[in-house]
């Protein structure tokens, strides 16, 4: 897993995972470095997404990878996690509110089904 902050307006971090990280994983792991805390002091993952789900909807075993992503708010960020690989975090304004959107991830499945 890389982590880097590309220069932008906004605080955005983008981070990499590979075919042998899980992004739920991958994303725990940069965020919290993004927050300079343990992974455990995070609060989990599951209160916020199923994260096996999340680790098959991008799971490369077998075939490539489905395109798409899934963004959603974790810890008072902004995540994305993209289906080549990346992601990014950023901070929430005070004015956002929570979300889940899966964009073409879903198209995509049922193509494959």
Same mark, same amino acid.
């Given at each position: 897993m890389d982590l880097y902050k590309p220069q932008d307006e906004k605080p955005l971090y983008a981070f990499t995972w590979s !075919?042998?990280? =899980?992004?739920?994983?991958? *994303?725990?792991?940069a965020l919290s470095e993004v927050n300079g805390t343990d992974p455990m002091d995070l609060e989990p993952l599951y209160n916020v997404l199923?994260?096996?789900a999340l680790n098959s909807l991008f799971d490369s075993t077998?075939?490539?990878r489905l395109?798409? /992503?899934? +963004?959603? !708010?974790?810890?008072g960020? =902004?995540?994305t996690i993209e289906a080549d690989g990346g992601g990014c975090i +950023? !901070? *929430?304004?005070? /004015?956002?509110?929570a979300s889940l959107?899966?964009?073409s991830v879903a198209g995509q499945l049922e193509g494959n089904l």
């Amino acid at each position: 897993m890389d982590l880097y902050k590309p220069q932008d307006e906004k605080p955005l971090y983008a981070f990499t995972w590979s !075919e042998s990280e =899980q992004p739920s994983s991958a *994303l725990v792991i940069a965020l919290s470095e993004v927050n300079g805390t343990d992974p455990m002091d995070l609060e989990p993952l599951y209160n916020v997404l199923d994260p096996d789900a999340l680790n098959s909807l991008f799971d490369s075993t077998g075939s490539s990878r489905l395109a798409g /992503s899934v +963004s959603f !708010e974790y810890c008072g960020y =902004q995540v994305t996690i993209e289906a080549d690989g990346g992601g990014c975090i +950023s !901070e *929430l304004a005070d /004015s956002d509110t929570a979300s889940l959107s899966m964009q073409s991830v879903a198209g995509q499945l049922e193509g494959n089904l």
